[in-house]
């Protein structure tokens, strides 16, 4: 079966698109911020991923809302996709409202028997950058696995006992849910469709998106950073988070260059965990 999708690996796109600033400020509206960067100034981190994402047409997507799978990434035929992590390189900023260019490639495709049965964990490298300088390098894993069983009841949560230094309170809504799914051109069905959430890929509820996290995570490390430049921001999805359930963004100083964060879902467990360096 590993052989199967050997000839993904190596695979590359590449989009070149404008940093638009109209968009740049609906991500701020999004997440409440009192501003938003302007023409010329350096997009926040995370916010690169409001851009590049595949616009396929509506008869070309799967059951999940996804592109249907066989063109960049493999016809892997498994149906939860899930973002597990990232391992990011801030080299450079892209500049709001300047044009850049998004390489990606398929490094490595990976098969693995779980708790839950077959797994499939596909690595794409992402290069970005303007004016032939490159400015962030990004190794982005997706995993594909089974959905469970009819009826099958979801593990129970397991209480994380990290001791923050900070902390803050997120509510995530079904708005919220819908403008990043909106601005992301994320068709995934389980972040706005509770019927499908339910009833097809088994979750509780309405799915907060992993990227969405993961962008306050780095907000939240920015802050905290003491106006230092963050140069590279490693995340791992540990546990789902849902629509309607508030959950903590906390954090702790690791070193003198890093700090230690995660996201604490509503039962005290562990959904994300990170790392940010600064230079």
């Known amino acids: 079966m590993q052989n199967a999708y050997e000839a993904w690996i190596g695979r590359e796109e590449e989009r070149t698109e404008r940093i638009h600033a109209p968009l740049v400020e609906a991500l701020a509206a999004t997440l409440d911020l009192d501003s938003a960067p302007g023409a010329g100034n350096p997009l926040p981190p995370g916010w690169q991923w409001l851009f590049f994402n595949p616009r396929a047409r509506r008869s070309e997507l799967g059951v999940d809302g996804h592109p249907q799978r066989g063109g960049f990434l493999p016809p892997i035929e498994l149906p939860r996709r899930m973002w597990a992590g990232s391992r990011i390189r801030y080299l450079a900023p892209l500049l709001v409202d300047a044009e850049a260019t998004r390489r990606s490639r398929i490094t490595k495709v990976e098969n693995k028997v779980g ?39 979801p593990p ?21 849910l819908f403008r990043y799914s909106a601005l992301t ?95």
């Not at 129970?156 to 919220?176: F, H, K, N, V």
């Not at 890929?201 to 230092?228: I, M, N, S």
């Open 156 to 176: 129970a949560p397991q209480r994380y006992d990290g001791e923050a230094l900070w902390s803050r309170g997120i509510e995530p809504d079904t708005t919220m």
């Open 185 to 279: 051109f994320n068709g995934h069905r389980i972040h706005y469709d509770q019927h499908y959430a339910r009833n097809e890929e088994g979750y509780p509820d309405l799915v907060v998106h992993g990227p969405l996290t993961a962008t306050l995570l780095q907000q939240f490390a920015v802050e905290h950073g003491g106006g230092r430049r963050l140069a590279a921001f490693d995340f791992r999805g540990v546990t789902p988070l849902f629509v309607g359930r508030p959950f903590q963004l906390e954090g702790r100083s690791e070193s003198d260059r890093s700090l230690a964060l995660w996201a604490r879902g509503p039962d005290g467990e562990l959904a994300m965990s990170a790392t940010a360096t600064f230079d």
């Open 115 to 153: 708790k839950s049965g077959s797994l499939w964990f596909v690595t794409v490298e992402h290069s970005s950058s303007r004016d032939g300088s490159l400015c962030i390098v990004e190794e982005q894993d997706l995993v594909f696995r089974d959905a469970p069983p009819p009826g099958a009841n």
